[in-house]
């Protein structure tokens, strides 16, 4: 009988072991899905559209463009970064652009440029697998456009860039430079070229932003004016101008909020012609194109600054987690008359750690529990045995 109670005892044992197997698997998949699913639905399903500004009763209500900004993806590519970094980084980007796409319904998406990291060193063949990846993360329904500016990271720096590196960029992500959808206009500058230093490549952008120019001015004449003659008139909207490189701003020390710039940066002069455009391309860009709205990237901080004339510039942050514990992105509401913005934050990775972080110190102290209480069901068990057989 002593021997049959410490049998059942050692099965109440492995039954006891089986249950605790099946609550760590429950647990570790539930955390697993909460942390790499299920968040970014919990947390983009806060942001909302804002609200363009009413026109009086009577007036003819406008299109509405619901519009997604973001910047500065970094796709890393096979020279920087680990490959558990790399898959973890486009992981969370696929997701958190994904679960947007689906929970807000965006008619058109905006990349601010950086969209890789290595795009001024890649070879032929790792652009093609960079290229590829990047369809996969970003891929979306033909319901949505998706728009790309330049930037530096994707062909080199002015010094770097070539013909061959944009040519390759604009096979994939078109050379449009002036897009209009609902009677907004947006004018995509590749900013690198912004150099002022008269090279070849240089002076084709000031051509085609100068021609751009003329287009916009003669969509603001009346019709029929000898300059304009013939020609397809574009929307009478003032553009928004979208580019990699922000205007010139002496430093971050004016930008605030929880993701601009740490507070030991925000003071460093910014360089011309790496950090910021310089002056003069500034200038240049605010007097051609007259923009009611200017949206950047490129620092990988958050910032708006008022330019000359009232014109606003936002600085948008960087998409990934690998440059940010906070990323987000802008969304607009936009009319050819007016525009609202918006900010939606994305997961807090040191939020996500910390899950993690509590699940593993529960799943320890779970395990310790069991095997604390084994011991003693076991001996309880051969204590019965032994007092049977002295008996």
């Given at each position: 009988?002593?021997?049959?109670?410490?049998?059942?005892?050692?099965?109440?044992?492995?039954?006891?072991?089986?249950?605790?197997?099946?609550?760590?698997?429950?647990?570790?998949?539930?955390?697993?899905?909460?942390?790499?699913?299920?968040?970014?639905?919990?947390?983009?399903?806060?942001?909302?559209?804002?609200?363009?500004?009413?026109?009086?009763?009577?007036?003819?209500?406008?299109?509405?463009?619901?519009?997604?900004?973001?910047?500065?993806?970094?796709?890393?590519?096979?020279?920087r970064g680990h490959w558990l970094d790399k898959l973890r980084r486009e992981w969370q980007m696929e997701r958190a652009f994904q679960t947007a796409l689906w929970l807000l319904?965006?008619?058109?998406?905006?990349?601010?440029?950086?969209?890789?990291?290595?795009?001024?060193?890649?070879?032929?063949?790792?652009?093609?697998?960079?290229?590829?990846?990047?369809?996969?993360?970003?891929?979306?329904?033909?319901?949505?456009?998706?728009?790309?500016?330049?930037?530096?990271?994707?062909?080199?720096?002015?010094?770097?860039?070539?013909?061959?590196?944009?040519?390759?960029?604009?096979?994939?992500?078109?050379?449009?430079?002036?897009?209009?959808?609902?009677?907004?206009?947006?004018?995509?500058?590749?900013?690198?070229?912004?150099?002022?230093?008269?090279?070849?490549?240089?002076?084709?952008?000031?051509?085609?932003?100068?021609?751009?120019?003329?287009?916009?001015?003669?969509?603001?004449?009346?019709?029929?004016?000898?300059?304009?003659?013939?020609?397809?008139?574009?929307?009478?909207?003032?553009?928004?101008?979208?580019?990699h490189y922000p205007l010139y701003r002496a430093s971050d020390a004016n930008c605030s909020g929880e993701d601009a710039a740490p507070p030991e940066e925000r003071n460093v002069?910014?360089?011309?012609?790496?950090?910021?455009?310089?002056?003069?391309?500034?200038?240049?860009?605010?007097?051609?194109?007259?923009?009611?709205?200017?949206l950047s990237g490129h620092t990988h901080s958050a910032c708006e600054v008022l330019h000359p004339g009232g014109v606003l510039e936002v600085s948008v942050p960087s998409f990934?987690?690998?440059?940010?514990?906070?990323?987000?992105?802008?969304?607009?509401?936009?009319?050819?008359?007016?525009?609202?913005?918006?900010?939606?934050?994305?997961?807090?990775?040191?939020?996500?750690?910390?899950?993690?972080?509590?699940?593993?110190?529960?799943?320890?102290?779970?395990?310790?529990?069991?095997?604390?209480?084994?011991?003693?069901?076991?001996?309880?068990?051969?204590?019965?045995?032994?007092?049977?057989?002295?008996?």
């Amino acid at each position: 009988m002593a021997l049959l109670r410490w049998g059942l005892g050692r099965q109440n044992v492995h039954r006891s072991s089986r249950v605790l197997l099946l609550k760590l698997t429950v647990i570790v998949i539930s955390v697993l899905l909460l942390c790499e699913y299920f968040i970014y639905y919990l947390v983009i399903f806060r942001c909302h559209w804002p609200e363009v500004k009413t026109l009086a009763p009577g007036d003819d209500q406008e299109p509405v463009l619901k519009a997604m900004f973001l910047a500065d993806t970094h796709l890393l590519g096979e020279i920087r970064g680990h490959w558990l970094d790399k898959l973890r980084r486009e992981w969370q980007m696929e997701r958190a652009f994904q679960t947007a796409l689906w929970l807000l319904q965006p008619e058109v998406v905006f990349i601010l440029g950086d969209i890789f990291d290595e795009g001024k060193w890649s070879t032929p063949q790792a652009w093609a697998d960079d290229v590829q990846r990047f369809q996969k993360m970003f891929r979306h329904g033909s319901h949505v456009q998706l728009k790309v500016v330049i930037g530096n990271h994707d062909i080199g720096f002015h010094y770097q860039m070539s013909k061959y590196r944009i040519k390759r960029f604009e096979e994939v992500f078109s050379s449009e430079r002036l897009f209009s959808w609902k009677g907004v206009n947006f004018v995509m500058v590749n900013s690198v070229a912004m150099e002022g230093d008269g090279c070849s490549i240089c002076s084709e952008v000031e051509a085609e932003l100068r021609e751009i120019s003329r287009k916009l001015n003669c969509s603001r004449e009346v019709q029929g004016s000898s300059q304009c003659e013939g020609e397809q008139r574009l929307p009478f909207s003032t553009p928004v101008l979208l580019q990699h490189y922000p205007l010139y701003r002496a430093s971050d020390a004016n930008c605030s909020g929880e993701d601009a710039a740490p507070p030991e940066e925000r003071n460093v002069p910014f360089k011309e012609k790496y950090d910021v455009l310089s002056q003069e391309a500034s200038q240049k860009l605010l007097w051609w194109l007259q923009p009611r709205l200017v949206l950047s990237g490129h620092t990988h901080s958050a910032c708006e600054v008022l330019h000359p004339g009232g014109v606003l510039e936002v600085s948008v942050p960087s998409f990934s987690w690998r440059n940010r514990n906070n990323p987000s992105f802008i969304m607009g509401s936009l009319t050819s008359r007016d525009y609202a913005l918006s900010k939606c934050y994305l997961p807090f990775e040191d939020r996500v750690l910390t899950t993690y972080g509590a699940a593993v110190s529960f799943l320890v102290l779970l395990v310790l529990a069991h095997f604390e209480r084994l011991p003693s069901s076991l001996l309880s068990g051969w204590k019965r045995c032994r007092m049977h057989t002295k008996r």
